[in-house]
């Protein structure tokens, strides 16, 4: 099945049922690797969606049959990601005082409750109104409080998501640090680069951008090279290939594209980041984890 334009989801069924396996394995992460990640949250909100196979993932109950879920490649993929992304916004927070941060499509990430921000940082959560609604009501059922001031901002990032952004408090004369982490190949080409676009006229100088992508000329090849991908389930225990949930199409170079609207970039691959946290490597050289590389950027002042 191909991806349609205006296509709807929720955590249980299509592209959302990445934020919940992606939360169900930061479970995991959590539990292996305490002293790089730590999301309390994530097994309560995976129990919360319900679906049966992530809650076992995520509470690490699973049977022999679905054990190769719990790779020790894929788990640290999830644990370099994770940590990289806290750093960025730790840093951006911390070192370089930025008190505006902006998750794009958050999913089921909790950092505004589980990262240790400074006083008077906004957090803005983006996500579909139903993804954010239900983050929102499952954090305050299990008692989480946020470390950060938390708006939610409820709408697709294919439509006008800028309008809501500003409409929820965003700033676009201050500072802000950019995260987009497992987005952009469930953005078709053209809303990728206008993502990139908005992002930019939104920046003030000094703003801060980190995004995760697949460095690959063709995503969904790259995926289909991957002999060790396992299908999602939904909630009904159906399976789907993850490779029905991306756009294919040519795409701009991540890079290249944020250095031509006056953004410096550096650039790690995944590769890199597994040794920098002293995590195991990817054994399959066809693997998709190998192929992720991870891109932060400045907004110099004056632009």
């Given at each position: 099945m191909v991806r349609q334009a205006n296509d709807t989801w929720d955590l249980t069924s299509g592209v959302g049922v990445t934020a919940t396996s992606c939360a169900a394995t930061r479970a995991v992460a959590s539990r292996r690797y305490p002293h790089l990640v730590c999301d309390p949250y994530a097994e309560a909100l995976v129990d919360a969606v319900g679906i049966d196979a992530y809650s076992k993932l995520a509470r690490g109950e699973l049977t022999s049959e679905n054990a190769t879920a719990l790779d020790e490649s894929a788990i640290a993929y999830t644990v370099a990601r994770t940590k990289f992304f806290d750093d960025f916004l730790l840093d951006a927070a911390i070192d370089y005082g930025i008190r505006q941060v902006v998750i794009l499509a958050s999913g089921l990430d909790t950092r505004a409750h589980r990262l240790a921000w400074p006083p008077a940082t906004v957090v803005f959560d983006v996500d579909q109104p139903e993804v954010v609604s239900f983050k929102t009501r499952t954090l305050h059922r299990v008692g989480a409080a946020a470390a950060a001031l938390t708006r939610?901002?409820?709408?697709?990032?294919r439509d006008d998501w800028a309008t809501a952004l500003e409409t929820a408090g965003f700033s676009t004369l201050q500072?802000?640090?950019?995260?987009?982490?497992?987005?952009?190949?469930?953005?078709?080409?053209?809303?990728?680069?206008r993502l990139l676009d908005q992002t930019t006229a939104l920046s003030a100088s000094t703003s801060r951008l980190a995004i995760e992508y697949v460095d690959a000329p063709n995503l969904i090849e790259a995926m289909n090279a991957d002999?060790?991908?396992s299908a999602l389930h939904s909630a009904d225990g159906a399976s789907e290939s993850t490779t029905n949930l991306v756009y294919g199409g040519p795409r701009h170079i991540i890079g290249d594209y944020l250095s031509s609207l006056k953004w410096s970039v550096s650039e790690v691959k995944t590769a890199d980041l597994r040794m920098r946290y002293g995590?195991?490597?990817a054994t399959d050289p066809d693997s998709l984890v190998n192929r992720f590389a991870y891109v932060s950027a400045l907004l110099a002042p004056g632009d």
């Amino acid at each position: 099945m191909v991806r349609q334009a205006n296509d709807t989801w929720d955590l249980t069924s299509g592209v959302g049922v990445t934020a919940t396996s992606c939360a169900a394995t930061r479970a995991v992460a959590s539990r292996r690797y305490p002293h790089l990640v730590c999301d309390p949250y994530a097994e309560a909100l995976v129990d919360a969606v319900g679906i049966d196979a992530y809650s076992k993932l995520a509470r690490g109950e699973l049977t022999s049959e679905n054990a190769t879920a719990l790779d020790e490649s894929a788990i640290a993929y999830t644990v370099a990601r994770t940590k990289f992304f806290d750093d960025f916004l730790l840093d951006a927070a911390i070192d370089y005082g930025i008190r505006q941060v902006v998750i794009l499509a958050s999913g089921l990430d909790t950092r505004a409750h589980r990262l240790a921000w400074p006083p008077a940082t906004v957090v803005f959560d983006v996500d579909q109104p139903e993804v954010v609604s239900f983050k929102t009501r499952t954090l305050h059922r299990v008692g989480a409080a946020a470390a950060a001031l938390t708006r939610d901002v409820g709408v697709d990032l294919r439509d006008d998501w800028a309008t809501a952004l500003e409409t929820a408090g965003f700033s676009t004369l201050q500072p802000t640090a950019w995260i987009a982490e497992g987005l952009f190949g469930y953005l078709p080409p053209d809303a990728q680069d206008r993502l990139l676009d908005q992002t930019t006229a939104l920046s003030a100088s000094t703003s801060r951008l980190a995004i995760e992508y697949v460095d690959a000329p063709n995503l969904i090849e790259a995926m289909n090279a991957d002999r060790a991908s396992s299908a999602l389930h939904s909630a009904d225990g159906a399976s789907e290939s993850t490779t029905n949930l991306v756009y294919g199409g040519p795409r701009h170079i991540i890079g290249d594209y944020l250095s031509s609207l006056k953004w410096s970039v550096s650039e790690v691959k995944t590769a890199d980041l597994r040794m920098r946290y002293g995590l195991p490597r990817a054994t399959d050289p066809d693997s998709l984890v190998n192929r992720f590389a991870y891109v932060s950027a400045l907004l110099a002042p004056g632009d």
